[in-house]
């Protein structure tokens, strides 16, 4: 089993940024994929951001790339999400996301099986 644990939300004003952590604590085989969701109220799930636990391949919705960072920290265990430029439009609760092995589709939630409680995102104008 997998536990996975955000940390790093908060209010931010328009321009600002933040920076998520997901600490993995359990398994984590190095082909899984981990991924950073996001979904705000009446909203489904949102994909932003995916990459394979070694790094070498990322991926990013549109709306946030060249904005947002996913990253790693093999030493801690953990995946981060460095959001810069943020926008009133990315107030969401944002979960990090892990699979068992790498997702072949890392935009559908349904390719991951752990998931972490969430943090929410604020960005007032």
């Known amino acids: 089993q997998v536990q996975l644990v955000e940390s790093g939300g908060g209010l931010v004003q328009a321009g600002g940024s933040l920076r998520l952590s997901c600490a993995a604590s359990?398994?984590?085989?190095?082909?899984?994929?981990m991924g950073w969701f996001r979904q705000a109220p009446g909203k489904e799930r949102e994909f932003v951001a995916a990459?394979?636990?070694?790094?070498?391949?990322?991926r990013y919705t549109d709306s946030v790339k060249g904005r947002f960072t996913i990253s790693r920290d093999n030493a801690k265990n953990t995946v981060n999400l460095q959001m810069n430029g943020l926008k009133p439009e990315d107030t969401a609760v944002y979960y990090c996301?892990?699979?068992?092995?790498?997702?072949?589709?890392?935009?559908?939630?349904?390719?991951?099986?752990?998931w972490g409680q969430g943090t929410q995102v604020t960005v007032s104008s």
């Open positions: 359990g398994r984590t085989a190095t082909s899984s994929t």
């Open positions: 996301a892990a699979s068992r092995w790498l997702a072949s589709s890392p935009i559908v939630p349904r390719e991951y099986d752990y």
């Open positions: 990459m394979n636990w070694s790094g070498t391949n990322t």
